[in-house]
């Protein structure tokens, strides 16, 4: 079956700082791999997907990259953190192509930016 | 502008009592209608799916409905339970190649004991 990994689960970073998130998916080949920011009162948020490795579409322009160094694995990154980044972070996973739309989403990882 | 709207905002009910989730649509194309339910700290999971010509959908205690012409969707729990409590999130899909996924803000649900 597969699985869907995010760490840290929480983490706290002062403003200015860099960040990475790592999200790595077991069990499945070549997904499409999905970021998506939650902030409180608003919906999903998709930030960046990708189809493969090293190819990223970004959605929203914004002070995050993201990067697919290999077929599972996906990270996000940034280099200062701002307060608005705050937030809860999911990735997911979908097929690669066709399908429903159906996302299987990771456990998230709470970003405090203080 | 394609939206997805979910009332209601939140809502507290009685273990053993049902209720009604309801998610308004202004997305078209049209593809499929989501049901997602999210634990606190989770990421969400999918319920059920609804597509054009689908009416109802049970998943259990779950019943999800579609009225595509109004477009509009509810998601009825029936005999909540404590475990009911979550975010429960609406997504639409667009139809044609690109597919997008437009989602709602949620309801979140209280069971209380």
């Known amino acids: 079956s597969q699985t869907i990994h995010q760490w840290p689960a929480t983490l706290v970073q002062p403003v200015g700082s860099p960040l990475s998130l790592e999200c790595t998916v077991e069990g499945t080949s070549n997904p499409n791999l999905y970021w998506y920011r939650q902030a409180a009162g608003r919906g999903l948020q998709l930030l960046f997907y990708?189809?493969?490795?090293?190819?990223i579409s970004s959605e929203v322009p914004q002070n995050l990259s993201a990067s697919r160094p290999q077929d599972r694995q996906f990270i996000l990154s940034s280099k200062k953190l701002l307060l608005s980044d705050s937030g809860f972070y999911l990735c997911?996973?979908?097929?690669?192509?066709?399908?429903?739309?159906?996302?299987?989403f990771g456990p998230g990882t709470r970003l405090t930016v203080l | 502008k394609n939206q997805v709207e979910q009332s209601p905002q939140s809502l507290i009910i009685l273990e053993g009592k049902n209720c009604t989730l309801q998610?308004?649509?202004?997305?078209?194309?049209?593809?499929?209608l989501r049901w997602y339910k999210q634990d606190t700290g989770r990421g969400p999971v999918s319920l059920t799916i609804?597509?054009?010509?689908?009416n109802t959908k049970s998943n259990g205690r779950y019943t999800a409905t579609l009225d595509a012409d109004t477009k509009q969707s509810s998601l009825h729990i029936t005999a909540s339970q404590l475990s009911d409590s979550a975010s429960y999130i609406c997504?639409?899909?667009?139809?044609?190649?690109?597919?997008?996924?437009?989602f709602g803000k949620g309801t979140k649900l209280s069971v209380k004991p």
């Open positions: 997911a996973w979908s097929v690669l192509a066709g399908g429903t739309g159906l996302r299987f």
């Open positions: 990708s189809v493969g490795i090293g190819q």
């Open positions: 998610c308004n649509y202004t997305v078209s194309p049209f593809s499929n």
């Open positions: 609804m597509t054009f010509s689908e």
């Open positions: 997504v639409v899909r667009e139809g044609g190649s690109q597919g997008n996924l437009i």
